[in-house]
């Protein structure tokens, strides 16, 4: 079984404050995330293995934008994401 069958995805989006690397503006950001709840039954077809994965997992977010777009009007470059956490555990 897939991961994906163990939960309900759904999209979020958050604000997060960032400074531009190149301008050094800081500015509100809104960062998309993926919001995967696990489901209430184990789905139909499951062996022992995934029984198993199924109780070990849990909920999480998964940050599905990586790079913005500065705010400055002057500025308006691409620049990444600064944190390397990319996914978040709730």
Same mark, same amino acid.
Do not use: H
């Given at each position: 079984?897939? %991961?994906?069958? &163990? &939960? *309900? %995805? /759904?999209?979020?989006?958050?604000?997060?404050?960032?400074?531009?690397? &190149?301008?050094?503006?800081? #500015?509100?950001?809104?960062?998309?995330?993926? /919001?995967?709840? /696990?489901?209430?039954?184990?789905?139909?077809? #499951? *062996?022992? +293995?995934?029984?198993?994965?199924? *109780? /070990?997992?849990?909920?999480? +977010?998964?940050?599905?934008?990586?790079?913005?777009?500065?705010? *400055?009007?002057?500025?308006?470059?691409?620049? %990444?994401?600064?944190?390397?956490?990319?996914?978040? &555990?709730?």
């Amino acid at each position: 079984m897939n %991961e994906r069958d &163990f &939960f *309900n %995805e /759904k999209e979020e989006v958050k604000k997060a404050t960032y400074s531009c690397p &190149f301008c050094r503006e800081r #500015a509100e950001y809104d960062v998309r995330w993926l /919001k995967r709840t /696990k489901k209430s039954q184990l789905p139909r077809g #499951a *062996n022992e +293995l995934d029984r198993a994965r199924f *109780n /070990k997992s849990r909920d999480y +977010l998964v940050r599905i934008d990586d790079m913005l777009a500065c705010r *400055n009007v002057r500025c308006r470059r691409r620049f %990444e994401i600064p944190s390397s956490q990319s996914v978040v &555990f709730i």
